[in-house]
């Protein structure tokens, strides 16, 4: 029996300099609810991004307006996740965004009616775009490495694109899969920043039968790895592996490495920030769906691609080691 959901959209009139509501309640697995496929944009994409924590709201903010401001980006929707935020806070929080955005992109707030993170991926009607960005709160990607990612994807539309990689690997000694970082190799991208087609959120949230939605509940009871099943969904659909590419400037504000710039509490609200049994927990999530889905679909890829390729040799000026090309 498929879920039934209600949203609520947070946007503003500007011209009437007040705040409306919207609530939508539908069956989100409802194909005739739903854009045709064939009527997706290409050119552009829209932006998921995951909002929970109050005390990250002024970097949400900066982040969203990014965003809206870059080119190949339609629409920009937060998604909020956390169900005790007050309606108050909220509303605020979507007047601001909204008439702080100077980018052609529109800002719109969704408040998620559950915490669950799998509600991150379920099929939007008001995705007008191929592809969509999934993205979270507490990165900072600059405008170039956005618009050079939605590239890379444009022409690898099957496969998901990433900032961020990780990798399963097996332990041949205590017989189990482990969630690891290989130099050479990954097999797996973070929601931190992932473009991905649009059409594998449906499937994410309404393919597989019986087994996916024992996989998505295994999500809910962990409060974890809704970004690896992904990355086993789309690994399955595609049968091939995700791609990384370069960026220029990327700020990880939610890193525990950070020793200045952002508080404590805005460190600590993020789940991969409890280092302890990070690893483990995650390893766990990957032999869990590999148990349930009855096959191991992840497809480990190989190098980076980058936006420019530049003079590696250095030369000598001033005094200075510099890069050769960097002088005339």
Not at 82 to 105: D, F, K, Y
Not at 159 to 171: E, V, Y
Request: charged share 25%; aromatic share 8%.
């Amino acid at each position: 029996m498929r879920t039934v959901f209600t949203v609520v959209f947070f946007f503003v009139y500007a011209h009437l300099g007040s705040l409306g509501l919207r609530t939508l309640s539908n069956d989100p697995c409802d194909r005739a609810k739903l854009p045709d496929p064939r009527n997706l944009r290409s050119d552009q994409i829209t932006v998921l991004m995951n909002g929970y924590s109050e005390s990250r709201i002024p970097l949400l903010r900066s982040i969203a307006a990014t965003y809206a401001a870059s080119p190949p980006v339609a629409a920009v929707v937060i998604l909020w996740g956390n169900t005790s935020t007050p309606t108050r806070t909220l509303s605020e929080l979507s007047h601001n965004v909204t008439i702080s955005s100077t980018g052609a992109a529109p800002i719109s707030l969704l408040r998620q009616q559950s915490d669950s993170l799998n509600a991150r991926f379920l099929p939007r009607p008001f995705i007008k775009t191929r592809g969509v960005i999934i993205c979270d709160d507490d990165v900072e990607v600059d405008p170039t490495s956005i618009e050079f990612a939605f590239r890379v994807w444009s022409t690898n539309p099957h496969r998901p694109i990433g900032l961020f990689a990780r990798s399963h690997d097996l332990d041949l000694s205590n017989r189990e899969w482990i969630y690891t970082v290989h130099p050479d190799k990954y097999s797996i991208v973070l929601t931190k920043f992932m473009i991905l087609k649009t059409e594998y959120l449906y499937q994410y949230s309404c393919g597989g039968g019986a087994r996916m939605m024992e996989a998505r509940r295994a999500v809910d009871l962990a409060q974890n790895c809704e970004d690896i099943l992904m990355n086993f969904v789309v690994a399955e659909q595609g049968n091939v592996g995700p791609m990384l590419v370069g960026a220029e400037k990327v700020r990880d504000w939610g890193d525990q490495r950070n020793d200045e710039g952002i508080g404590l509490n805005e460190r600590e609200v993020g789940l991969s920030s409890r280092r302890g049994e990070h690893r483990k927990r995650r390893g766990g999530c990957i032999g869990n769906f590999h148990k349930i889905l009855g096959r191991m679909p992840l497809r480990y890829s190989y190098g980076k691609l980058v936006n420019s390729v530049a003079e590696q040799g250095l030369c000598m000026k001033g005094g200075k080691l510099l890069f050769c090309d960097q002088w005339k």
